[in-house]
């Protein structure tokens, strides 16, 4: 009898989990765009190290956008009317991200280091080299350790021939979340500086460079970046 009683505890738990993330998963998409696309348009934007990515960046040509966890939202927001492409994990907790960003115009490869990476990485592949979208990759993951690149972005840099620009955004009056990464939350009005390092090339596997030789030239690029931004792992 009591291995009965929680068997059906257990299921009107599991109903009332699907059904929150079936409202979350409606709702949010049009809350969430319409609340990070008035809180990051209410900031003043200033840029730092532009000039050194300023031609590609202007060219129209495809590239790949790497950034950290922690400040993804301020990254997908500036890019959004880039036509790009970007990598959302196919957990049923992502597919409200995933409607968010596709509702700001983005393309979405879905897989994770965990589950469909590989799948994900081809898809982002083929649109980068077919059609020519931007693309954009959270160098440390959906699931960290935070601010270590995993190798993601310069396989898909070498595979698909573009080159990588390392970018952060940093937020002078902000919270910082209690989350793996420390996501930051700019506060309404105030000042967001984009951050960009000079762009990375992958040379072509033929040419004997290992990956963990550039994955490292991209987390050290970006850690850089948050230095000299001020923007440690508070």
């Not at 902000?174 to 989350?179: E, M, Q, Y």
Request: charged content about 25%.
């Amino acid at each position: 009898m009591t291995r009965v009683r929680e068997s059906g505890k257990q299921a009107i738990v599991a109903k009332n989990k699907n059904i929150r993330r079936s409202v979350a998963q409606a709702v949010f998409p049009s809350l969430g765009r319409w609340l990070i696309t008035g809180l990051h348009a209410s900031c003043r934007w200033t840029f730092e190290g532009r000039d050194s990515a300023s031609d590609l960046l202007d060219s129209g040509r495809p590239f790949i956008c790497a950034t950290w966890h922690f400040c993804v939202l301020s990254i997908l927001y500036h890019f959004r009317h880039s036509r790009g492409v970007v990598m959302v994990s196919r957990s049923r907790d992502a597919e409200s991200l995933a409607r968010l960003v596709e509702r700001w115009g983005y393309a979405t490869a879905r897989g994770s280091k965990h589950k469909g990476g590989l799948d994900a990485a081809r898809d982002m592949i083929e649109m980068v080299k077919r059609e020519g979208r931007k693309a954009g990759l959270v160098a440390d993951g959906s699931q960290g350790p935070a601010r270590r690149a995993q190798k993601g972005a310069v396989f898909i840099a070498r595979a698909a021939r573009v080159p990588i620009v390392p970018a952060i955004v940093s937020a002078r009056r902000r919270i910082n979340l209690n989350s793996w990464d420390r996501t930051q939350i700019p506060l309404p009005f105030t000042e967001l500086t984009m951050h960009f390092a000079p762009p990375i090339i992958v040379p072509p596997k033929n040419e004997g460079r290992p990956l963990e030789t550039s994955r490292l030239e991209l987390e050290d690029a970006l850690n850089g970046l948050c230095r000299r931004a001020g923007q440690g792992e508070d």
